[in-house]
């Protein structure tokens, strides 16, 4: 049994400028440990529920000030009151407290701090790195790397959220990291000879104005090459469509193309997109409640296209 001595919360800024949660834990071994939970620019309406305190004159409303007080308050007494077998005992523990069918009342911010606080506190008690704790894997996953950014994650005419690359041809993940290093760096080039702006969005990709999203791909495709790398072949692509974000009235709107469609015809769309480049996944491919949508895109490309 694990027992937790101190919990203590702050309010930070992350990589946004925006407010954020960062919990400190102390274990009663003396094992201590602190985490931030930034979060994304484009949320779904069944997510679990980011507390912020919706007050204008402070950060334009995005403080966190009432979850850092239920972190300090109500969660800490509860917390420090008790023991802890393992992390799933203390997570269901702070869902108890909460009462909300979507963590509502004191934030998911809140308790995924404390949580993944914890998880490192227990980790470095063990001497043992994050992952060994959790998991214990050896093997590393293929990374997806985002190097065009539209949609909420950029100020840009694009409007998918994220073109990706993922080195499928690397024999290692240190050159998988090399491969996407080198196709970013081309990318600029690429973006500099034409004139196009090579500022970057929210998560660190670039963020030209471009006509529209098939540019986007074909663009990215000429760094590959550049390179000396086949799109197809060493290299895959992926999308994350975020088609929430401009879905409206039962319509998708690429502003940017000056389109728009009904789910039939998104889906054709995605499928044409499938079709003419190497993409492996897609996610968000349609609107988080457009449940007649997604069975017609997993019918048309599920069967040779990972849908998240």
């Known amino acids: ?81 008790g023991s802890f077998a393992d992390q799933r005992s203390l997570d269901e523990k702070m869902i108890e407290i909460d009462g909300s069918e979507n963590k509502s009342r004191l934030g998911a911010n809140a308790l995924l701090a404390i949580s993944l606080a914890f998880a490192k506190a227990q980790a470095n ?90 540019a986007a791909l074909d663009t990215i495709a000429v760094a590959i090459e550049q390179v000396g790398f086949t799109p197809g072949n060493e290299i895959l692509l992926g999308l994350d469509v975020a088609s929430s974000e401009f879905y409206e009235n039962g319509r998708y709107n690429l502003a940017s193309e000056g389109r728009d469609f009904d789910a039939a015809g998104f889906c054709d769309y995605l499928a044409g997109l499938a079709d003419g480049y190497p993409i492996i996944t897609i996610e968000d491919g349609m609107d988080e409640g457009d449940w007649d949508g997604w069975q017609l895109l997993t019918e048309r490309i599920g069967d040779r296209i990972q849908l998240v």
């Open 1 to 81: 049994m694990t027992k937790i001595t101190n919990i203590h919360a702050r309010e930070i800024l992350d990589s946004r400028g925006n407010p954020t949660i960062e919990a400190e834990i102390q274990l009663e071994d003396g094992s201590k440990a602190r985490a931030a939970v930034p979060s994304g620019a484009s949320t779904g309406t069944r997510e679990a529920v980011e507390l912020r305190d919706g007050d204008k004159s402070r950060y334009l409303g995005k403080g966190v000030q009432q979850a850092v007080a239920n972190v300090n308050g109500e969660l800490r007494d509860a917390l420090l009151a």
């Open 125 to 214: 008690s063990a001497g043992l790195s994050l992952f060994r704790t959790l998991g214990d894997s050896t093997t590393m996953p293929v990374p997806m790397m985002n190097i065009i950014n539209g949609g909420a994650h950029a100020d840009n005419s694009v409007d998918i959220q994220e073109f990706m690359i993922l080195p499928v041809g690397a024999p290692n993940f240190a050159e998988a990291l090399r491969y996407g290093a080198e196709i970013f760096h081309a990318l600029k080039s690429v973006l500099s000879s034409k004139g196009m702006n090579t500022a970057v969005g929210d998560e660190g990709g670039f963020a030209p104005d471009l006509p529209s999203n098939k």
